[in-house]
């Protein structure tokens, strides 16, 4: 894929490997699938290997279930000078009726490095719609919100790990 390329999906079926002991698919599963979507969204955009520095905000809404079509949306949302924020869309569907569910959202933050692990700048991302402007002041509140946690934990961390 040529770099600078927004969205990515994927679509697949839900298979019994992916089963948790409830019967439907592992919440495990749906993370991995997202990691690896906005993986290749990120990589595809920046046109370098990328690396997850965070993942934020996952909300389950409901099941996939064994044999459901899944469609994975990861798309760029807003970008630092090596960051690139990316919004996960996870819908599921039975194959005979064929209506999109909505079963997960979450944000995944990915940097893109070299091949020394050394930050690399990536192209910016400039919202020209107003529903992507709305997506990126979203990924700007998030960055808010997640500064205020980050100082919030940082004397129990310091704790824990001597850092």
């Known amino acids: 894929m040529p770099a600078n390329e927004r969205t990515t999906t994927f679509t697949f079926l839900a298979e019994p490997s992916d089963v948790n002991f409830g019967g439907k698919v592992h919440g495990g599963a749906v993370m991995k699938w997202i990691d690896q979507v906005s993986y ?15 993942v934020g905000g996952i909300q389950f809404y409901r099941p996939i279930k064994i ?12 970008t630092g000078s090596s960051s690139m924020h990316i919004a996960v869309d996870v819908y599921s569907k039975d194959l005979r009726d064929g209506d999109w569910e909505k ?8 940097v893109a490095v070299d091949e020394m692990g050394k930050t690399v700048n990536v192209p910016k ?9 709305a997506l990126e002041d979203y ?4 960055m808010e919100h997640r500064e205020r946690i980050q100082k919030e934990m ?5 704790e824990q790990t001597g850092a």
């Open 40 to 54: 290749a969204c990120a990589a595809s955009w920046s046109g370098h290997y990328c690396v997850t520095v965070y």
């Open 67 to 78: 044999g459901q079509s899944v469609r994975l949306e990861a798309k760029v949302i807003h």
């Open 154 to 158: 940082s004397p129990y961390v310091k």
């Open 139 to 142: 990924a700007k509140r998030l």
């Open 103 to 110: 079963t997960t959202h979450c944000i995944i933050i990915f």
């Open 125 to 133: 991302w400039e919202p020209k719609t107003e529903k992507d402007k």
